[in-house]
């Protein structure tokens, strides 16, 4: 699933000489491009994957929980925002009649 977000991606966006062409930070599949050639080579894909799942798994136990991803979601929307959290959704609960 990686590699076909990873090769769509870079089919819509452009070829190598139009990546080469654009300045240095801009996207966010590029930021993988660590040695600034102007291609993503498997292994600095796999880094930057690793470097991800690395920060959203918050107890360091391999794994991400539920609880991790919501902390994700919650940062990014927060950033979305320009660093104000947003006030919680309240949470309704549907019953069923009895």
């Known amino acids: 699933m990686l590699t076909f977000l990873l090769a769509t991606t870079m089919a819509v966006s452009g070829t190598q000489a139009d990546f080469q062409d654009r300045p240095r930070g801009g996207g966010m599949m590029m ?4 040695n600034g050639d ?3 080579t498997r292994d600095e894909h796999l880094a930057q994957a690793t470097e991800r799942f690395d920060r959203m798994d ?5 794994k991400l929980t539920g609880q ?11 950033m979305q925002d320009g660093g104000v959290p ?4 309240p949470h309704t609960t549907t019953e069923s009649p009895r």
């Open 86 to 89: 947003r006030q919680p959704e």
């Open 68 to 78: 991790e991803m919501a902390q994700v979601g919650r940062r990014a929307r927060t």
């Open 31 to 34: 930021r993988a491009d660590s």
């Open 38 to 40: 102007g291609v993503i």
């Open 58 to 62: 918050a107890d360091r136990d391999g």
